[in-house]
Structure formats: C-alpha cells, structure tokens
C-alpha cells in the first residue's frame, strides 16, 4: 500500500491564482481530512469528509473547497490563493474518522 | 472539544525513559485520549491511545490517571530518533484537534 499520497510537495503561487492540492488513499478509508499547519502551530482542520459524496467544514474552511467523488480521492481547491494560505497542508485519513488516522507527507504552499 | 494542556517543550538523554504529561481536567466520559507525534518535516504519525486503563504498544506505554483528568506517554528508552513535537488529544468524535504539542529534544 502506498498510504496516503499528495501531490504536490511544494507549490508557489501569486495572489489571486487558484489551485488544486491533490490527496489520494489506498486503503478503503471512508474518513478523509484536511489540515493546515502554520509555523510553529499545531494543525487545524479545514474540511473533512465521512464517505463519498458527503463532506463538512472543518475550524478554518473560508477560502477552501472540497469534493468527495470517489472514495480514494479527497482534492482541496484554493479558489483565489492570499498570502494568508501560506503554510504546510496535510491530508489524513482513516476507516471511520473513530480508529488512527493516516498522514500524508504534506504540501508545502507559498503565496506570494 | 475538551482541552489537553503540555509543556511547551522537554529535554532528556538518549537511551533514557521519557515521561511526556497532559492534563486534561475537562475530559468527557466518551473521550479516548490519543497521542500522536510529528518528526521534523514529517506528517503526524498515530503513537497509541486509551480509555481507561494503562496502555502499552512497541512504540511507548500510556499510563492514565484513575480520576482520567491527566494522562502520561512514557517512552521507556530514547533514542535521538524520538526528537519530535507530541501530541496529546482528547477524541470523542471523529475529528482530531490538534493543540500546541509538547516538543521533545533527545541529546545523545
């Protein structure tokens, strides 16, 4: 199993531009999450799903959206990048969101 | 969410048991507690959870107080490669919320 994969590692955009950070899963995994990590801090969760189809807004959701088509997949869209979503993003997932959840490595996202 | 307080930041030796506390005087019934641990540049990483009784896995044992209000992870032997930011976490739903960690440096 290849866990839980993000594409990409490192991304710089300019302000205004939009993007998609991608997250994908292998292991059946019906809860999947969002977080971002700013210097220094802990995570905060931006959007979560329970299953396919179904998706919910995490701590810190403005500026992001979310989708949940297929069961593997779980993409974050930044709609118009700000300075402000300058930080390390990381995707989790696990079989119900109750039992250990799985990181993936990370997006590190610089807006200029 | 109920919330978990740590130290900022530990030291200890190499090949030393660490004691790693959290206070958590706000826990519900219904919530496990969990820990996690994120290495440097690295995505959080699950390291054990409980309810009630103490806890123990090949990573680390959890040792929980009878009244649950404060919890320990103990790493019975460090080694340089336990240098991380630890995190403690009440769950009681599906979310996890994380908090500030407390940041563990090993010296060898």
Redesign the interface.
């Known amino acids: 199993n290849a866990g839980?994969t993000q594409t990409p590692k490192f991304q710089v955009l300019k302000t205004g531009q939009s993007m998609t950070l991608q997250c994908a899963q292998d292991m059946n995994h019906e809860?999947m999450?969002w977080?971002r990590q700013d210097p220094g801090?802990?995570?905060?969760?931006i959007h979560?799903s329970?299953g396919a189809g179904i998706t919910d807004q995490?701590?810190v959701p403005n500026g992001y959206n979310v989708s949940r088509s297929t069961t593997e997949d779980f993409p974050l869209r930044l709609l118009s990048a700000a300075p402000s979503q300058t930080s390390v993003y990381?995707c989790?997932s696990s079989y119900?969101?109750?039992e250990?959840?799985?990181?993936?490595?990370?997006t590190r996202l610089l807006v200029l | 969410d109920a919330k978990t307080t740590q130290p900022n930041s530990m030291e200890s030796n190499e090949e030393e048991p660490v004691h790693l506390p959290c206070n958590h005087s706000t826990i519900s019934g219904t919530d496990y507690i969990h820990w996690y641990r994120q290495l440097p540049?690295?995505?959080?990483?699950?390291v054990i959870?409980g309810l009630t009784s103490n806890v123990n896995n090949r990573m680390a044992s959890l040792a929980i107080a009878e009244d649950r209000k404060s919890s320990t992870l103990i790493l019975h032997r460090a080694t340089l490669r336990d240098a991380a930011v630890y995190?403690c976490i009440l769950?009681g739903?599906?979310?996890?919320?994380?908090?500030?960690?407390t940041r563990l440096t090993i010296n060898p």
Do not use: I, N, W
């Open positions: 839980v809860y999450s977080y801090m802990g995570l905060r969760l979560y329970v995490g701590e990381f989790a119900s969101g109750y250990t959840q799985y990181f993936g490595p990370g | 540049s690295q995505g959080p990483e699950y959870h995190y769950k739903a599906q979310k996890l919320v994380f908090g500030q960690g």
